[in-house]
């Protein structure tokens, strides 16, 4: 049997100083004692990936609180591109009455789309929309729906560079192992003042720290790389990007009692504990309240469930 390959440096910042993480190391992580990134040693061969992603179950419930997430976060991508944002809106008619010259409408890239929930919401909202994705299924839903879409890593994208004004990759860097050459792709196929915004699961989470190795986020070879605050700033820093925000937010409960392998519900459902709760916060005031709380401790600590992380590009000096 051939023997798995291993990283000999740390994936994002090069270090070779690379410690083992006794109580992971049923899942292979190891931490950078230089940066303290978290990911996992071995690099799966081709044929490990093909057997884990083909019993890779899909879950295409759609929550009615995601597509309201989805709009909240488009109306800030759109505010921070202001000056040149054109929808399908009265102002787009108003300009060409004035006979001037109407600007391209925005365009976005989302890395991972899945089968294009979020490109379609921004497609609603006047954005011109691309994806990637790695299976053809998927693709081919994507296709289906009007989607221009690339198949495989970034790579596969043909496009020039500066061709987009927002790149969006939500829980998709956690299954790489060469965010490096990913990260110098997103800021070339970046316009400057282009903006990326990308979620992950934080390594820090609360979650994590009660569960250790039963934190079911942790499963090799599905997630390969763990970020924190830190190491995710490190990342999009050293990628030539600009903060405008990184938050954590988030607790599972559905996720704890998984891990706790006390409950069979799945993660995503319309009647899983985590939407039951989030349906309820847009519904109760008190709610919302508390929900609001609590990621602000969240957020504050660096404890949340999920990063999620804006950046700009500044483009050339
Ligand atoms: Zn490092």
Known sequence: MQKADIHRACLICGSTALAGMPRYSRHHLCRCKSCGFVFCRPVPREEELIAHYKSYGRNDYLSPVTVKRYHELLEIFESLSADKF??????????????????????????????????????????????????????????????????????????????????????????????????????????????????????NSLLRYYLKDDYNVITYPEHLSYYTPDTLHRLLRDAGLKRIFMKSTGLSITRFKKSRKTSEEELISPVSTDERIRVSAEKKWYMKWIKNGVNAVLSATGKGDTLKALYRNPGKP
């Not at 399908?88 to 300009?95: F, I, K, R």
């Not at 939500?170 to 110098?184: G, Y």
């Open 86 to 203: 054109v929808s399908n809106s009265s102002s787009a008619a108003a300009e060409e009455e004035r006979g001037s010259a109407v600007p391209a409408p925005l365009r976005v890239l989302d890395w991972g789309a899945g089968i294009g929930y979020f490109l379609e919401t921004a497609r609603e909202r006047g954005w011109e929309v691309y994806g990637t994705e790695y299976t053809e299924q998927a693709v081919a839903i994507c296709r289906e729906k009007g989607i221009t879409m690339f198949q495989g890593p970034l790579s596969a994208v043909e496009m020039p560079e500066n061709s987009f004004d927002l790149i969006t990759s939500f829980e998709v860097i956690e299954h790489i192992n060469n965010p490096l050459e990913e990260m110098a792709r997103i800021t070339r196929l970046l316009k400057p003042g282009g903006l990326f915004y990308c979620t992950t699961p934080n390594f």
